[in-house]
Nanobody, 123 residues
Framework: QVQLVESGGGSVQAGGSLRLSCAAS????????MGWFRQAPGKEREFVAT???????LSTNSVKGRFTISRDNAKNTVYLQMNSLKPEDTAVYYC?????????????????WGQGTQVTVSS
């Protein structure tokens, strides 16, 4: 089992940057596929990006070229670097982990979730 704790959220103006971190407990972090999801007010939670244990990555079209997912297995941490932020990026961002899939955009394939961190982008 793994516990996930997100940090790095906050308020920023449009065009700004934030880096989210997700620290994982346990000694098998390198074996997990990690993902970032977000939920905007009044909307369903949606996929943002994922990184496999081999560091292959996939992101949703709306963030390509702006967001980068990465991982540091020595620190048991996955990151989401967010640049050129837009008001529509405002959401609670969640980190998730899975041992069952190599990469997935589906929430159903992730077994462990963090508590979320708020990102607010003002125009």
């Amino acid at each position: 089992q793994v516990q996930l704790v997100e940090s790095g959220g906050g308020s920023v103006q449009a065009g700004g940057s934030l880096r989210l971190s997700c620290a994982a407990s346990g000694r098998t972090f390198s074996s997990y596929t990690m993902g970032w999801f977000r939920q905007a007010p009044g909307k369903e939670r949606e996929f943002v990006a994922t990184i496999s244990r081999n560091r292959n990555t996939l992101s949703t079209n709306s963030v390509k070229g702006r967001f980068t997912i990465s991982r540091d297995n020595a620190k048991n941490t996955v990151y989401l670097q967010m640049n050129s932020l837009k008001p529509e990026d405002t959401a609670v961002y969640y980190c998730a982990a899975s041992l069952r899939v190599a990469m997935s955009t589906s929430q159903a394939n992730y077994d462990y979730w963090g508590q979320g961190t708020q990102v607010t982008v003002s125009s």
